[in-house]
């Protein structure tokens, strides 16, 4: 079992990992550092936020859960 900081911790180093694999693949496309990285950020929030509805939209569903 993972302490919560550990979990914490990946959580933030895989949001950067992704906000730099877009930033590179945006900059590649456009030339543009600044737009990268703006692209790269609201690309992260936004997937962040849709995650989050995605999720609490999951929750209210018993599908696929075993009651013990």
Wanted: aromatic share 14%; charged share 15%.
């Amino acid at each position: 079992m993972e302490l919560p900081r550990r979990t914490f911790v990946k959580a933030i180093t895989w949001q950067l990992l992704g906000i730099a694999t877009m930033t590179l693949l945006a900059l590649f496309q456009s030339g543009n550092l600044i737009d990268s990285i703006m692209l790269a950020l609201s690309a992260s929030a936004t997937g962040f936020v849709f995650y989050f509805i995605h999720e609490r939209f999951w929750s209210k569903i018993r599908w696929g859960r075993k009651t013990m």
